[in-house]
């Protein structure tokens, strides 16, 4: 299993709003390490959305937001759209592990 | 535009080795770390190991570590992943990444290439 734990999966219908955790421990998250955010859209390379805990990349739509708490971090999607329907992954560096870690994704379904 | 290309996946007997390779351009590649990271068909990402911008500091998975050894060339803006002893479970979609650091811990990756697969199979 995942060094960081992601929900399997989640679901919303357009226009609602949407939330994926990412549980850590104090060896990554915890610790004060910074958490990414991934999207994988079917078929392609992963895509950094989030860096630093909660800032957005150019191009990112505003939709997107970060934030971390804790031994945890969640990514928010508002206003959501069909085009959003993707995986998402965290990503962390681990202390004890000397490495990054990713969390096991979350499938994200627009209904 | 910052462009990545993977190459030298391919079937590969239980055992033995593949070298792969990460050609890169569009950005001072000397400035940044590089990382692999793979994707096992219809699973997760996995961080596979990651090399600052010197060579001067390089980390592994455990699952690779003593098996797999990374390393560049930065006169050839290329980066590179030998594999030996190659298993099964070693199969997947190996991604080059660039790092956001010239430092090899704490980056994130961006961005990445579209991957070279690697089959491990008898």
């Known amino acids: 299993q995942s060094v960081l734990t992601q929900p399997p999966s989640v679901s919303g219908a357009p226009g609602q709003r949407v939330t994926i955790s990412c549980t850590g421990s104090s060896s990554n998250i915890g610790a004060g390490y910074d958490v990414q955010w991934y999207q994988q859209l079917p078929g392609t390379a992963p895509k950094l959305f989030i860096y630093g805990n909660s800032n957005r990349p150019s191009g990112v739509p505003d939709r997107f937001s970060g934030s971390k708490s804790g031994t945890s971090a969640s990514l928010a999607i508002t206003g959501l759209q069909a085009e959003d329907e993707a995986d998402y992954y965290c990503q962390s560096y681990d202390s004890s592990l000397s490495g990054s870690v990713f969390g096991g994704g979350t499938k994200l379904t627009v209904l | 535009e910052v462009q990545l290309v993977e190459s030298g996946g391919g079937l590969v007997q239980p055992g033995r080795s593949l070298r792969l390779s990460c050609a890169a351009s569009?950005?001072?590649?000397?400035?940044?770390?590089m990382h692999w990271v793979r994707q096992a068909p219809g699973k997760g990402l996995e961080w596979v190991s990651g090399i600052s911008w010197n060579s001067g500091s390089i980390g592994y998975a455990d699952s690779v570590k003593g098996r797999f050894t990374i390393s560049r060339d930065n006169a050839k803006n290329s980066l590179y992943l030998q594999m030996n002893s190659l298993r099964p479970e070693d199969t997947a979609l190996y991604y080059c990444?660039?790092?956001?650091?010239?430092?090899?811990?704490?980056?994130?990756?961006?961005?990445w290439g579209q991957g070279t697969l690697v089959t491990v199979s008898s």
């Open positions: 569009g950005f001072t590649f000397d400035d940044y770390a």
């Open positions: 990444a660039k790092g956001s650091l010239p430092a090899a811990y704490f980056n994130w990756f961006d961005p």
